[in-house]
């Protein structure tokens, strides 16, 4: 099943989704895409950098118990986050990113917003409003924390894995929908990331193991390897190296620098074997 059905089936039966998957392979981003391709707004949420408070509410002193025959006692109310307020407004999708990162006073504060919609005092309806998490396995998360048993068993699991077939048939389009590139009057051509995208694309389908390939060594993890999300990045820096007229080639080290020296070079290697023509 793919991801979209998925998350249209989770969504429809009112469950909670988390979507599992190495690091790289653009869960965040083909989530982001489902909420944008279903017009839904889309809130994301790093829990980790996020208190319990922010699930469980805020607690503030009011003496308005508007509806009650009590006056003037304090009492305690629990306000929610903005983004509650506004998913109770506009309705969409709060996604809750990166979530073996949470630590476990955060995941325990999160129980009750994924199985009820409730931050604080206020309760989202579930025709409108809908929580998607993603995570990396524990073991490749930073500063990773196993998830709860209470907490795991709130959603419906998934595991995205990387398909390179699907990857090379949508990256040279950017899946219908390619960001604007440039900063501080530093232009990428549009024409030009296009074309590093179909060179990237090609090359991926003539060899599918240089797509995703996280290295087995922990000290080589933290430096750069390929994956979908870095490729993206070198088609980006192989389109500006574009745009100031260099060569390919001279763009090695930008290269390296997103997939790796090796696969770098492998590439390179591959587009000059090639000699593709413009597209």
Not at 122 to 145: C, K, M, Y
Not at 175 to 196: I, K, M, Y
Not at 243 to 249: D, F, M, R, T, Y
Request: glycine share 8%; net charge negative; hydrophobic share 50%.
């Amino acid at each position: 099943m793919t991801l979209a059905s998925h998350l249209d089936n989770a969504s429809a039966a009112r469950v909670s989704t988390l979507i599992w998957g190495s690091p790289g392979v653009g869960k965040s981003a083909a989530i982001r895409h489902w909420a944008a391709s279903r017009n839904l707004p889309c809130w994301t949420i790093i829990a980790s950098l996020r208190e319990p408070a922010d699930f469980g509410g805020l607690p503030v002193v009011s003496r308005d118990h508007s509806g009650t025959d009590i006056e003037g006692v304090p009492a305690v109310s629990f306000a929610p986050p903005r983004f509650a307020i506004e998913a109770a407004r506009r309705g969409g999708v709060i996604f809750l990113d990166e979530l073996t990162t949470a630590p476990p006073a955060v995941q325990a504060a999160l129980l009750r917003a994924v199985l009820d919609l409730a931050f604080g005092d206020l309760e989202l309806d579930p025709a409108r409003v809908t929580v998607i998490a993603a995570a990396n396995p524990q073991s490749e998360a930073a500063g990773g924390w196993d998830l709860a048993a209470p907490l795991a068993n709130r959603f419906v699991h998934h595991t995205y894995a990387v398909n390179p077939t699907a990857w090379v048939d949508a990256f040279p389009t950017y899946w219908g929908a390619p960001p604007e590139l440039g900063f501080a009057g530093q232009t990428v051509d549009a024409a030009a990331w296009q074309r590093a995208r179909l060179q990237i694309a090609a090359y991926i389908r003539s060899n599918p193991a240089s797509l995703f390939a996280l290295p087995k060594a922990a000290s080589r993890q933290g430096q750069a390897w390929p994956s979908p999300r870095s490729w993206d990045f070198a088609s980006r820096l192989l389109a500006r190296v574009s745009v100031l007229g260099g060569e390919p080639a001279s763009g090695l080290s930008l290269l390296a620098g997103c997939v790796g020296e090796g696969p770098a070079a492998g590439f390179l290697a591959w587009l000059a074997a090639a000699d593709l023509p413009d597209p």
